[in-house]
């Protein structure tokens, strides 16, 4: 299979602990974003790479959160001191760069904070 | 910035009916326009896009959509639905500057019903 890959699929950690998630993009695709989704909600953007470069970040993205892709191949998300709110799905998307390139989406990591 | 506002949460739907799902959008910049689907514990899944061109777009599985520029709409509809296509439907826009994420509505469950 050569689609997004995304590691954990599920996790569970309690409130203040760290969590770190990891998104495997299809190999040829040099943009890799990041979206989280919460229950009866569509996904929404937090932070998107080009090759290795962290070109845009959401307001969403606190100061807790932090993403890198280096080497530009995968990518972690690392969540600090979680906290309820944190609870989400959060999606990893790559597309190759031109204009309206379709964005492929893995099947997500499911955060719940307890 | 864009926003897309989906205006039906839920739409239940006999099968072999046909079936509409609505999608308005607001930016202030030229946009493209993406529907995508998310069966249960699966990845969100590209139905079909409007870069430009003619207003009416077919995709995967028999759906199609149509981009109204003056309503700022972007309706998704099949003549005859299977109960295979119960599932979560996105509609989202990406604005045609460099990061091109995708900004999404809130879904629409489509439950097709025997």
């Known amino acids: 299979d050569t689609g997004v890959s995304q590691d954990p699929r599920h996790k569970i950690t309690k409130r203040g602990q760290n969590v770190t998630f990891r998104c495997d993009p299809i190999s040829e695709h040099n943009r890799l974003y990041w979206y989280r989704q919460t229950l009866g909600q569509g996904p929404e953007f937090l932070t998107y790479f080009q090759n290795e470069a962290q070109l845009e970040k959401s307001r969403l993205l606190s100061d807790r959160f932090s993403a890198e892709r280096p080497k530009g191949s995968f990518s972690t998300l690392e969540i600090q001191r979680t906290e309820q709110g944190d609870s989400a799905m959060y999606l990893c998307?790559?597309?190759?760069?031109?204009?309206?390139?379709?964005?492929?989406f893995g099947q997500g990591t499911r955060l719940t904070v307890v | 910035a864009q926003s897309v506002t989906q205006l039906d949460s839920q739409v239940p739907v006999f099968e072999e009916a046909p079936v509409e799902l609505r999608c308005n959008y607001s930016s202030s910049v030229s946009v493209y326009l993406f529907w995508y689907v998310q069966y249960p514990n699966q990845g969100l899944q590209l139905l079909l896009k409007y870069l430009s061109g003619s207003t009416l777009v077919k995709g995967i599985n028999g759906f199609e959509a149509e981009f109204n520029k003056s309503q700022t709409s972007f309706h998704l509809r099949k003549p005859s639905v299977h109960i295979s296509d119960t599932a979560e439907y996105f509609c989202a826009v990406s604005g045609k500057g460099s990061a091109r994420q995708l900004t999404f509505g809130s879904g629409t469950q489509l439950t097709v019903l025997p």
């Open positions: 998307a790559s597309s190759l760069a031109p204009a309206g390139a379709e964005a492929f």
